[in-house]
């Protein structure tokens, strides 16, 4: 399912989508065709047992888009899944009518076989989409959505699109009532981080000392762990050429786990996080949590097999992809770790900083919003406000606009601001000139301030990006008035 492309496949016009197939050419002096996507019902092999899943099938009939440059985002969604549903464009910044949703207002679910035209100009970079509606992205109704630039047609790199996922044999409404019913459904649901070591080994965390707490990390008993829909026990085999270059678009597609990606011995440079490029900075481990993208540039640089490993945080289970050098010999790589891995932290987040930061400009608004509740009740929600009794966090067109994010649980939490892109400025109390994101993790009882530019009037959800913890209430709005 990966998507893989060369600047020799680019001059073909060619796309390799887990194979060659034809790119559509696009005139863009003319009148382009709109592309068609299909929500659609599939079963796929997990770990030698068939598993009921859902997909976003393009009109290639490969999974996901991926848009040349300057392609209109003009796409035909159609629901063949016959059950209501909606599709969100992560990262994408359309009008709000376009952005997805149905909870702010502007439209309703597609009902079965019905079909929507969207129409707007993307956003470059690797971004995603996923159905916005009751529990259906733990059911994989998600799929890679890749804006090419200019830049990247140009290059001399093959680019791999790896989209990462947790799966579980129980349907997501068991999984929720496993949760909301009291019944401890995770692998521990008040565990410590890896080694029993407790937050921060008794750092200051948003001003306080949290050395005798422990955070909880993973709320779900999960069966797999998916990228590109297969397991380690049966991994997507990548082959490169000697002494490639390889863009990966790493996306955390998942429900509720959060991932370290691990290239081992082999360094890489990050190039782009959520869809926006970074001053390169290089490193072997990376996090990466829920709706959250990382560009890589791996190096082959005569290794024959660089195995990506996306490890669960605080546990063995791991999944990924194996790039290969052709003709290389691919060993067998188990699908748990040696070790447990530690908690997802703001270790690459400290070390970011945008290649296109937000024009200086004093802030207007400083909004302020806690992030609040408990695995014991399973409880979640914003300024003590569950979805759907929300506080809207009020703006003004024009505006720039602070949002300070105080976490006052002990569970981090990937925040996401629909139809806009911030800043992260402020990461437990310390200033920085940080990437441009669309989703950043909140730690467990500390603090992010995130800025941006309040240019694209409506209502906004902004949410936990943990499926249950959005669904147990942690959502409001971002409201322009």
Same mark, same amino acid.
């Given at each position: ?13 060619? !796309? /390799? ?34 598993? =009921? ?87 994989? *109704? ?28 129980? +349907? ?6 496993? !949760? ?16 029993? %070591? ?9 001003? %306080? ?14 069966? /797999?762990? !998916?990228?590109?829909?297969?397991? *380690? =026990? =049966? ?30 011995? &082999? ?28 560009? !890589?540039?791996?190096? $082959? ?8 490993? /996306?490890? &669960? ?39 970011? +900083? ?15 919003? %806690?992030?609040?509740? +408990? ?17 809207? *966090? ?32 402020? *990461? ?16 467990? $009882? ?24 959005? $669904?147990?209430?942690? %959502? ?6």
């Amino acid at each position: 399912m990966s998507i893989q492309l060369s600047r020799r496949a680019f001059l073909g016009a060619s !796309l /390799a989508l887990a194979g060659n197939v034809a790119l559509p050419r696009v005139a863009l002096s003319q009148q382009p065709t709109p592309r068609r996507l299909v929500a659609e019902r599939r079963v796929i092999d997990v770990l030698g047992r068939p598993g =009921d899943a859902f997909r976003l099938r393009g009109d290639d009939g490969r999974h996901g888009l991926a848009l040349r440059a300057g392609e209109r985002f003009l796409v035909d969604l159609e629901n063949q899944i016959g059950e209501e549903t909606i599709v969100h464009w992560h990262g994408q910044t359309p009008d709000p009518a376009q952005d997805g949703v149905s909870d702010t207002g502007y439209v309703s679910p597609l009902t079965p076989g019905e079909r929507r035209s969207y129409d707007f100009s993307p956003r470059a970079g690797t971004h995603w989409m996923h159905s916005h509606h009751a529990l259906q992205k733990q059911a994989l *109704l998600t799929a890679p959505l890749v804006v090419y630039t200019a830049e990247d047609e140009a290059a001399d790199v093959q680019d791999v699109t790896v989209l990462l996922h947790d799966f579980a044999f129980r +349907s997501p409404e068991e999984i929720l009532s496993e !949760l909301t019913g009291g019944q401890s459904a995770g692998h521990d649901m008040h565990q410590q981080p890896a080694g029993g %070591m407790s937050m921060g080994g008794g750092m200051m965390m948003g001003g %306080m000392d949290h050395s005798m707490m422990s955070m909880d990390l993973n709320d779900v008993r999960y069966d /797999a762990f !998916l990228a590109n829909d297969r397991t *380690l =026990d =049966d991994p997507e085999i990548i082959r490169t050429e000697a002494n490639a270059k390889v863009r990966l678009r790493l996306i955390n597609a998942a429900a509720s786990t959060s991932f370290w990606i691990n290239l081992e011995d &082999v360094e890489a440079t990050v190039l782009a996080v959520d869809g926006n490029a970074v001053e390169p900075i290089r490193g072997h481990r990376f996090p990466l949590a829920p709706a959250q993208r990382l560009d !890589l540039l791996v190096e $082959m640089k005569g290794k024959a097999v660089v195995p990506v490993f /996306a490890q &669960v945080e605080g546990l063995q289970d791991r999944t990924g992809v194996i790039l290969a050098a052709n003709g290389a010999d691919v060993p067998k790589f188990s699908s748990k770790a040696e070790q447990q891995e530690a908690p997802v932290d703001l270790s690459l987040e400290e070390q970011l +900083s945008a290649a296109s930061p937000l024009p200086s400009k004093p802030t207007d608004r400083t909004v302020q919003t %806690m992030a609040m509740g +408990s695995m014991d009740p399973y409880a979640w929600n914003l300024d003590n406000a569950p979805w759907p009794n929300r506080t809207p *966090l009020k703006i003004a067109e024009g505006e720039r606009v602070t949002l300070e994010i105080m976490n006052h649980s002990m569970m981090a939490h990937p925040m996401h601001l629909h139809g806009h892109h911030f800043q992260v400025t402020v *990461l437990n109390g310390r200033r920085l000139n940080g990437a441009m994101r669309d989703t950043v993790v909140v730690p467990a $009882m500390g603090s992010v301030s995130v800025s941006f530019d309040a240019d694209n009037p409506g209502r906004w959800l902004f949410h936990c990006h943990n499926l249950y913890h959005m $669904m147990t209430g942690m %959502m409001t709005e971002v409201v322009y008035g």
